[in-house]
């Protein structure tokens, strides 16, 4: 333990002051204080505190390291986080945020998943947002969320807006950061699966989600004896109107892809802006069927050694498809595969091996391409990829006509990383991280020379990693999050399913290395992203009193006090409630059996975080009421009954005695 006596010391120098005040308030005279010297602090007391200090360590077998991390990471009470994380909840359908660089978890959003504890999905706003994104099959409550995206100004996150994406039912989310509220879900037939999604361009005018797995466009049935010809990829850019806070669907359009497994996809910036990147996987077209005396898919889409990186000039698509050169399968205009090929809007570029990850590199000349089944990173030359493009200097085409480039002559070179590299981020001083998936490390690389330069492990299966800042032109380096799929030996055991494992990565130290574990018991999150803190402005009360978070304005049912009331309509119940700590008003709802109760509650509070719940037994209603907030709430009272309700935040002192009741009378 000596060596780590000097760091001890040191750590002191800064922390005196405080731990003396502290020891003299509180314990008397420092029995360890020389003689005649009580009350003279620094001398007699640094070494007793040191002593301390070096004994904690010692008896929870603390390293110097782990004192820095501690150091780096610990935030104490009242102190707020530099950064935001905004981490997919995968299979979970939410999102989580969690502040950096304390790990600490601040908030879940529900987005395609009911969730209680915020009464999304329970009132009538909620549940038609949740039911605006069913598809065609009925009615979901779930998601494979995977590529959370802020909404960018000229390449930088703006603050505004996140979308997030549903692989397996393929829709797009809205979520407004002013409240952290969902608004709008998404959803078109023309594709049954997607992945890479969700990606904006660097104004947010388009938001990109590329289907995955092949299938008849429309939603139509076609059997695989026909899937050459019948099946197809599509890639869907949504137009966002920033105005409005809201996808247009009308404006929004796609172009028609062959059947590859489009992977994932990054926009252009800067001299690539205007542009967009998928890359794919499975361009020998397999469909499976190892029952049905077939190769099993996994090996018979590994066969060729090149896919395709598609790239796609989506300024001109948007040209084109405004120019009316669509046709409108299900609800969505799609430029058609002979169309983009005609006007050049897609060129597909070699790329090796099941490729995993197209990452734009903040100055928007390179487009970093990982290989799972490969060692190396791929780099391309963007500007060159361009120039090609005009020359049309092609080297052939792909069985649906669409030109390719040559792999030499397209890229700037490839770094030797290690087994199984899957996606890169960028920082501030030209370095890429690339989440090395077989291997479980974060490995550090030179932008400049395309050489390894550090590897960090992780622990283990890396699957994304996310920097500060670092999907903008301008990454801010510092943090990085290396989000793992297995958690293996590193918490307590807690059944066959695990935690995911975020670990935070001090960017800052002379060598990168792991801070801090945070188990993130939720479904697999695949990405996140990561902002300053300060970009966002959230509100703290919906204003006016009355406010529907969903429109944020005033609700056409919002409530006065003092005008609460119940008015009959036949078997139609209209109560006018509001809610104030720490009472109800009305308290008491009465109904007959086989009403339909239009329950309208708003907020009157104006003190942040000032929330009241309302369950009402046995109708599945809980009400989570943030301070102004107007709730519309429908249902039907099928059973004659005493129902308590209640409040079911602990707003007051009298929390408990915010009740009433809904009475049921029987029929007749
Ligand atoms: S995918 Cu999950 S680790 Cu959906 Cu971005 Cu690579
Ligand atoms: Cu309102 Cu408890």
């Not at 995977?146 to 397996?168: C, I, M, R, W």
């Not at 890169?424 to 690389?445: L, M, N, P, R």
Request: glycine share 8%; charged share 20%.
């Amino acid at each position: 333990m000596t060596r780590h006596i000097p760091f001890v010391r040191l750590a002191l120098a800064t922390a005196a002051p405080a731990t003396l005040a502290l020891a003299a308030a509180c314990s008397g005279p420092d029995p360890t204080a020389a003689p005649g010297t009580p009350g003279s602090a620094a001398p007699g007391a640094a070494p007793a505190a040191s002593g301390d200090l070096a004994a904690l360590m010692k008896a929870r077998g603390l390293s110097e390291d782990d004192v820095t991390a501690a150091l780096k990471t610990y935030t104490p009470t009242g102190k707020k986080d530099e950064y935001f994380v905004f981490a997919s909840g995968g299979h979970g359908g939410n999102v989580i945020v969690i502040g950096v660089p304390s790990m600490r978890i601040l908030k879940y959003i529900g987005v395609f998943t009911p969730e209680p504890w915020q009464g999304y999905g329970f009132d009538d706003p909620t549940r038609a947002l949740l039911r605006s994104g069913d598809r065609a099959v009925g009615e979901l409550n779930w998601a494979d969320m995977h590529h959370p995206a802020l909404s960018e100004t000229g390449g930088e996150y703006d603050g505004q807006y996140l979308f997030v994406n549903d692989k397996a039912n393929p829709r797009v989310a809205v979520i407004n950061l002013k409240d952290f509220t969902t608004t709008q879900i998404v959803t078109t037939e023309l594709i049954q699966s997607e992945h890479g999604a969700t990606f904006v361009t660097p104004n947010t005018d388009y938001i990109i989600e590329s289907s995955q797995y092949p299938t008849p466009l429309g939603g139509a049935y076609a059997d695989f004896t026909k899937f050459n010809d019948s099946y197809r990829g599509a890639v869907i850019l949504w137009k966002f109107d920033r105005e409005k806070g809201k996808i247009d669907k009308a404006q929004s359009f796609a172009i028609e892809l062959p059947p590859y497994m489009q992977d994932l996809a990054d926009a252009g910036k800067k001299v690539s802006d205007g542009w967009l990147f998928i890359n794919s996987i499975n361009t020998e077209r397999c469909w499976g069927g190892n029952l049905e005396g077939n190769p099993p898919l996994e090996s018979c889409a590994s066969q060729n050694d090149m896919d395709y990186l598609h790239v796609i000039n989506w300024k001109k698509a948007a040209e084109i498809a405004a120019a009316g050169k669509t046709t409108t399968i299900s609800d969505m205009r799609v430029i058609g595969l002979q169309t983009a090929i005609d006007e050049q809007l897609l060129t597909f570029v070699p790329e090796p091996k099941s490729p995993h990850g197209v990452d734009v590199t903040p100055d928007g000349t390179g487009v970093v391409v990982g290989g799972k089944l490969d060692t190396h990173t791929t780099v391309y030359d963007i500007p060159k990829i361009l120039q090609l493009i005009a020359a049309k200097t092609y080297t052939g085409k792909d069985p649906y006509g669409v030109p390719i480039l040559d792999f030499k002559a397209a890229i700037k070179g490839q770094c030797e990383i290690g087994l199984g590299p899957l996606h890169t981020v960028f920082d501030d001083k030209g370095f890429a991280y690339t989440s090395v998936f077989i291997e479980s490390v974060v490995a550090k690389w030179s932008l400049a020379d395309l050489k390894v330069v550090d590897k960090v492990s992780t622990h283990y299966n890396i699957g994304h990693l996310v920097s500060a800042e670092g999907d903008t032109v301008s990454p801010d380096g510092k943090y990085l999050i290396a989000m793992n799929k297995w958690a293996l030996d590193r918490f307590a055991g807690v059944g066959p399913l695990l935690p995911q494992n975020f670990q935070l990565v001090d960017l800052d130290a002379a060598k990168p290395r792991v801070i801090y574990d945070m188990p993130l018991p939720l479904g697999e999150p695949h990405n996140a992203q990561m902002i300053k803190a300060d970009k966002l402005k959230p509100i703290e009360v919906y204003k006016p009193v009355g406010t529907n978070p969903l429109t944020h304005e005033k609700d056409a049912f919002a409530v006065e006090g003092g005008k609460e009331r119940i008015e009959r309509n036949g078997t139609d119940v209209h109560v006018y409630m509001t809610a104030i700590r720490s009472h109800f008003t009305p308290d008491i709802v009465r109904a007959k059996e086989g009403d339909t109760i239009h329950l309208h509650l708003t907020s009157l509070e104006q003190a942040h975080d000032a929330t009241h719940g309302l369950a009402i037994g046995s109708h599945d209603i809980n009400i989570s009421l943030e301070p102004g907030e107007h709730s519309n709430v429908t249902f039907k009272v099928p059973k004659a009954g005493v129902y308590p309700l209640y409040c079911t935040e602990f707003c007051s002192a009298l929390h408990l005695e915010m009740a009433g009741y809904l009475l049921v009378e029987p029929k007749g």
